[in-house]
């Protein structure tokens, strides 16, 4: 598992840090509206608060007070990103995507449709407009749309993982079936369905085997199976 994967499901395996993430991702607040909306003591929310900003989920500024008071220390959402996890029987999937940029951005990709242009049309309406119910309702009309087309790729999304676990259930039944080498089977393992094909240093590190003895089992594979395992 990648490390910032890793720290970012411990972060969120906290209720706590996930009810402030919640209230941050609404407006700003300081340490004590969080403390008092939370219903947990000013110390543990800044623990909570410290392990967030480390992460660089939540940053801070300072900000005049309301009342006739030193500056506040404010604290906000300052990273924009989303988690993806699958686990099936055959794969585990874990990944961190940024989403910093603008939809505008993606209007370059192949990817972009029709679709896609009108729901840009809706947010750029969104930001012309001046008067907040206006506002309200546009931006609600938005948000049920895209809450509706991201239902659609999720079904989409999760037939595409349907169809790489049935494959994958094939090809290591296979290779169980084929090799009784438990070095062999974790190699294939480790390289199938790659984007990229690791060399025989990153192999070695992450299966925690000398490269001589990768570099053997890697080239007596590729003789038994008449299969390319790393790029010449």
């Known amino acids: 598992m990648d490390d910032e994967a890793g720290t970012l499901l ?29 219903g947990v003591s000013q110390q543990a929310v800044l623990k ?12 801070s500024f300072r900000a005049k007070s309301d009342l006739a008071a030193p500056d506040r220390k404010y604290y906000r959402l ?3 990103l989303s988690l993806s996890v699958g686990i099936s029987g055959d794969a585990v999937n874990i990944d961190i995507q940024s989403l910093a940029g603008s939809g505008e ?3 370059s990709s192949p990817s972009s449709t029709a679709g896609f242009r009108e729901l840009l049309s ?47 259930q094939k ?5 169980r079936e084929s090799l009784e080498d438990g070095l062999g089977r974790r190699i294939l393992y480790s390289m199938l369905g790659s984007s990229e094909r ?13 490269e001589k003895e990768i570099k053997e089992t890697i080239e007596e594979l590729e003789r038994r199976f008449s299969i390319q395992l790393l790029w010449t």
């Open 105 to 107: 951005e993606a209007l």
């Open 122 to 168: 809706e947010l750029k309406a969104v930001e012309k407009a001046k008067e907040i119910a206006t506002v309200l309702k546009k931006t609600d009309s938005l948000v049920h749309d895209l809450d509706e087309r991201t239902k659609e790729l999720e079904e989409e999304k999760f037939a595409l993982l349907r169809v790489k676990q049935q494959a994958l």
């Open 48 to 59: 909570h608060l410290s392990l967030l900003v480390e992460f660089g989920l939540v940053s």
């Open 78 to 80: 300052s990273k924009s």
């Open 10 to 38: 411990d972060l969120l395996g906290n209720v706590t840090r996930r009810r402030i993430l919640e209230i941050l991702a609404n407006e700003p607040k300081y340490f004590i509206q969080l403390s008092r909306e939370l």
């Open 171 to 175: 090809a290591h039944t296979m290779i």
């Open 198 to 210: 690791p060399d025989i240093e990153v192999l070695s590190e992450e299966l925690n085997i000398r």
